[in-house]
T-cell receptor, first 112, second 117 residues
Framework: GQNIDQPTEMTATEGAIVQINCTYQ??????LFWYQQHAGEAPTFLSY????GLEEKGRFSSFLSRSKGYSYLLLKELQMKDSASYLC?????????????FGGGTRLMVKP | GAVVSQHPSRVICKSGTSVKIECRSL??????MFWYRQFPKKSLMLMAT?????????EQGVEKDKFLINHASLTLSTLTVTSAHPEDSSFYIC?????????????FGPGTRLTVL
Protein backbone atom coordinates (compact mmCIF):
# COMPACT_ATOMS: atom_id res chain seq x y z
CA GLY A 1 0.00 0.00 0.00
CA GLN A 2 0.87 3.64 -0.08
CA ASN A 3 1.97 5.40 3.09
CA ILE A 4 2.49 9.14 3.37
CA ASP A 5 3.15 10.68 6.77
CA GLN A 6 3.25 14.28 7.90
CA PRO A 7 2.67 15.91 11.29
CA THR A 8 -0.95 16.63 12.10
CA GLU A 9 -0.48 20.12 13.52
CA MET A 10 2.24 22.73 13.90
CA THR A 11 2.33 26.16 15.47
CA ALA A 12 4.73 28.96 14.58
CA THR A 13 5.16 32.67 15.17
CA GLU A 14 4.63 35.41 12.63
CA GLY A 15 7.91 36.30 10.93
CA ALA A 16 9.55 32.99 11.80
CA ILE A 17 10.54 30.00 9.66
CA VAL A 18 8.76 26.67 9.78
CA GLN A 19 9.60 23.34 8.19
CA ILE A 20 6.88 20.77 7.47
CA ASN A 21 8.18 17.26 6.89
CA CYS A 22 6.71 14.50 4.78
CA THR A 23 7.89 10.92 4.51
CA TYR A 24 6.54 8.44 2.03
CA GLN A 25 6.63 4.78 1.15
CA UNK A 26 4.93 4.19 -2.15
CA UNK A 27 4.98 1.70 -4.98
CA UNK A 28 6.30 3.89 -7.75
CA UNK A 29 7.14 7.55 -7.68
CA UNK A 30 6.60 10.25 -10.25
CA UNK A 31 7.17 13.35 -8.20
CA LEU A 32 5.93 15.03 -5.04
CA PHE A 33 3.57 17.98 -4.75
CA TRP A 34 2.88 20.37 -1.92
CA TYR A 35 -0.51 22.06 -1.76
CA GLN A 36 -1.92 24.73 0.54
CA GLN A 37 -5.54 24.47 1.59
CA HIS A 38 -7.49 27.02 3.57
CA ALA A 39 -10.54 25.76 5.43
CA GLY A 40 -13.48 25.15 3.12
CA GLU A 41 -11.49 25.82 -0.01
CA ALA A 42 -9.81 23.68 -2.64
CA PRO A 43 -6.07 22.99 -2.50
CA THR A 44 -3.79 25.37 -4.34
CA PHE A 45 -0.50 24.30 -5.86
CA LEU A 46 2.69 25.34 -4.08
CA SER A 47 5.52 23.24 -5.44
CA TYR A 48 6.60 20.15 -7.32
CA UNK A 49 9.79 18.11 -6.89
CA UNK A 50 10.79 15.16 -9.01
CA UNK A 51 14.58 15.35 -8.67
CA UNK A 52 16.57 15.46 -5.45
CA GLY A 53 17.31 18.88 -4.13
CA LEU A 54 15.76 22.16 -3.18
CA GLU A 55 13.23 24.13 -5.22
CA GLU A 56 12.81 27.73 -4.12
CA LYS A 57 9.86 29.92 -4.94
CA GLY A 58 9.69 33.16 -3.03
CA ARG A 59 9.01 32.56 0.66
CA PHE A 60 8.33 28.87 0.02
CA SER A 61 10.92 26.18 -0.67
CA SER A 62 10.53 22.44 -1.06
CA PHE A 63 13.16 19.74 -0.73
CA LEU A 64 13.18 16.15 -1.90
CA SER A 65 15.36 13.13 -1.17
CA ARG A 66 14.13 10.17 -3.19
CA SER A 67 16.54 7.71 -1.60
CA LYS A 68 15.19 8.58 1.84
CA GLY A 69 11.56 8.94 0.80
CA TYR A 70 11.56 12.37 2.39
CA SER A 71 10.45 15.87 1.55
CA TYR A 72 9.96 19.09 3.42
CA LEU A 73 8.23 22.38 2.79
CA LEU A 74 9.98 25.42 4.21
CA LEU A 75 8.01 28.60 4.83
CA LYS A 76 9.99 31.75 5.59
CA GLU A 77 8.88 35.11 6.98
CA LEU A 78 5.62 33.62 8.13
CA GLN A 79 2.49 35.69 7.75
CA MET A 80 -0.86 35.26 9.48
CA LYS A 81 -2.41 34.33 6.12
CA ASP A 82 -0.11 31.29 5.99
CA SER A 83 -2.34 29.63 8.59
CA ALA A 84 -3.74 26.74 6.57
CA SER A 85 -3.38 23.03 5.97
CA TYR A 86 -0.40 21.90 3.93
CA LEU A 87 -0.85 18.72 1.96
CA CYS A 88 1.97 16.51 0.76
CA UNK A 89 0.96 14.42 -2.27
CA UNK A 90 2.95 11.78 -4.09
CA UNK A 91 2.40 11.34 -7.79
CA UNK A 92 2.14 7.73 -8.90
CA UNK A 93 1.65 6.23 -12.33
CA UNK A 94 -1.69 4.65 -13.08
CA UNK A 95 -2.82 3.16 -16.35
CA UNK A 96 -3.68 6.54 -17.81
CA UNK A 97 -0.86 8.63 -16.42
CA UNK A 98 -0.29 9.92 -12.95
CA UNK A 99 -2.51 10.04 -9.91
CA UNK A 100 -2.01 11.74 -6.57
CA UNK A 101 -2.03 10.12 -3.16
CA PHE A 102 -2.31 12.62 -0.33
CA GLY A 103 -0.87 12.60 3.13
CA GLY A 104 -3.12 13.51 6.03
CA GLY A 105 -2.19 17.18 5.87
CA THR A 106 -0.49 19.43 8.41
CA ARG A 107 -2.53 22.22 9.97
CA LEU A 108 -0.27 25.19 10.54
CA MET A 109 -1.31 27.89 12.96
CA VAL A 110 0.62 31.15 12.77
CA LYS A 111 0.43 33.24 15.93
CA PRO A 112 1.27 36.94 16.33
CA GLY B 1 -5.03 29.51 -17.26
CA ALA B 2 -6.01 25.99 -16.14
CA VAL B 3 -9.19 26.90 -14.31
CA VAL B 4 -11.56 24.25 -13.01
CA SER B 5 -15.07 25.07 -11.88
CA GLN B 6 -17.56 23.10 -9.84
CA HIS B 7 -21.29 23.53 -9.54
CA PRO B 8 -23.00 23.84 -7.17
CA SER B 9 -20.69 25.18 -4.50
CA ARG B 10 -23.10 24.20 -1.74
CA VAL B 11 -26.08 21.91 -1.67
CA ILE B 12 -28.43 20.86 1.09
CA CYS B 13 -30.78 18.00 0.41
CA LYS B 14 -33.08 15.59 2.16
CA SER B 15 -32.06 12.03 2.84
CA GLY B 16 -32.90 9.74 -0.05
CA THR B 17 -32.55 12.29 -2.82
CA SER B 18 -29.89 12.31 -5.52
CA VAL B 19 -27.44 15.14 -6.04
CA LYS B 20 -25.44 15.89 -9.18
CA ILE B 21 -22.16 17.80 -9.02
CA GLU B 22 -20.54 19.15 -12.17
CA CYS B 23 -16.83 19.65 -12.73
CA ARG B 24 -15.67 21.66 -15.73
CA SER B 25 -12.26 22.53 -17.09
CA LEU B 26 -12.82 26.04 -18.42
CA UNK B 27 -9.79 26.73 -20.58
CA UNK B 28 -8.26 23.36 -21.32
CA UNK B 29 -9.24 19.85 -22.27
CA UNK B 30 -8.98 17.23 -19.58
CA UNK B 31 -8.90 13.61 -20.62
CA UNK B 32 -8.77 12.65 -16.97
CA MET B 33 -10.59 14.11 -14.00
CA PHE B 34 -10.45 12.97 -10.41
CA TRP B 35 -13.07 13.06 -7.69
CA TYR B 36 -12.04 13.42 -4.05
CA ARG B 37 -13.95 13.50 -0.79
CA GLN B 38 -12.75 15.36 2.26
CA PHE B 39 -14.22 15.06 5.74
CA PRO B 40 -13.64 17.83 8.31
CA LYS B 41 -10.01 18.18 9.36
CA LYS B 42 -9.05 15.25 7.15
CA SER B 43 -7.08 15.07 3.94
CA LEU B 44 -8.37 14.43 0.46
CA MET B 45 -9.37 10.85 -0.28
CA LEU B 46 -9.49 9.83 -3.92
CA MET B 47 -12.86 8.35 -4.79
CA ALA B 48 -12.51 7.68 -8.49
CA THR B 49 -10.66 8.50 -11.66
CA UNK B 50 -12.82 9.64 -14.52
CA UNK B 51 -11.61 9.15 -18.09
CA UNK B 52 -13.38 10.75 -21.02
CA UNK B 53 -15.37 8.25 -23.00
CA UNK B 54 -14.81 5.29 -20.70
CA UNK B 55 -15.95 3.95 -17.35
CA UNK B 56 -14.59 5.51 -14.21
CA UNK B 57 -12.10 3.65 -12.04
CA UNK B 58 -13.21 3.56 -8.43
CA GLU B 59 -10.99 3.29 -5.38
CA GLN B 60 -11.44 0.44 -2.98
CA GLY B 61 -14.39 0.95 -0.69
CA VAL B 62 -16.20 3.43 -2.94
CA GLU B 63 -19.56 2.14 -4.18
CA LYS B 64 -19.82 2.67 -7.91
CA ASP B 65 -23.60 2.33 -7.85
CA LYS B 66 -23.89 5.05 -5.24
CA PHE B 67 -21.42 7.49 -6.73
CA LEU B 68 -22.16 7.62 -10.44
CA ILE B 69 -19.54 9.30 -12.57
CA ASN B 70 -19.99 10.40 -16.15
CA HIS B 71 -17.24 12.00 -18.23
CA ALA B 72 -19.07 12.75 -21.44
CA SER B 73 -16.76 15.37 -22.86
CA LEU B 74 -13.19 16.59 -22.54
CA THR B 75 -14.32 19.48 -20.35
CA LEU B 76 -17.06 18.01 -18.18
CA SER B 77 -17.33 15.29 -15.58
CA THR B 78 -20.30 14.78 -13.28
CA LEU B 79 -20.62 12.99 -9.95
CA THR B 80 -24.08 11.93 -8.88
CA VAL B 81 -24.58 10.91 -5.28
CA THR B 82 -27.59 8.63 -5.44
CA SER B 83 -29.98 8.19 -2.52
CA ALA B 84 -27.86 10.45 -0.35
CA HIS B 85 -27.73 9.88 3.39
CA PRO B 86 -26.36 12.03 6.22
CA GLU B 87 -23.08 10.09 6.23
CA ASP B 88 -22.50 11.27 2.64
CA SER B 89 -22.27 14.84 3.89
CA SER B 90 -18.79 15.95 2.95
CA PHE B 91 -16.70 18.31 0.86
CA TYR B 92 -16.39 16.93 -2.68
CA ILE B 93 -13.52 18.23 -4.80
CA CYS B 94 -12.73 17.47 -8.40
CA UNK B 95 -9.47 17.98 -10.21
CA UNK B 96 -8.50 17.89 -13.86
CA UNK B 97 -5.18 16.75 -15.18
CA UNK B 98 -3.40 18.95 -17.67
CA UNK B 99 -2.07 16.43 -20.14
CA UNK B 100 1.10 17.14 -22.02
CA UNK B 101 2.52 19.39 -19.37
CA UNK B 102 5.88 18.89 -17.78
CA UNK B 103 4.54 16.87 -14.91
CA UNK B 104 0.85 16.31 -15.45
CA UNK B 105 -0.21 18.69 -12.72
CA UNK B 106 -3.74 18.44 -11.39
CA UNK B 107 -5.83 21.58 -11.06
CA PHE B 108 -8.51 21.55 -8.41
CA GLY B 109 -12.02 22.88 -8.51
CA PRO B 110 -13.34 25.03 -5.66
CA GLY B 111 -15.22 22.13 -4.10
CA THR B 112 -18.85 21.35 -3.36
CA ARG B 113 -20.09 21.13 0.20
CA LEU B 114 -22.88 18.60 0.46
CA THR B 115 -25.11 18.49 3.52
CA VAL B 116 -27.67 15.72 3.72
CA LEU B 117 -30.38 16.25 6.30
Amino acid sequence: GQNIDQPTEMTATEGAIVQINCTYQTSGFNGLFWYQQHAGEAPTFLSYNVLDGLEEKGRFSSFLSRSKGYSYLLLKELQMKDSASYLCAVSLWDNAGNMLTFGGGTRLMVKP
Amino acid sequence: GAVVSQHPSRVICKSGTSVKIECRSLDFQATTMFWYRQFPKKSLMLMATSNEGSKATYEQGVEKDKFLINHASLTLSTLTVTSAHPEDSSFYICSARLAGGGYNEQFFGPGTRLTVL
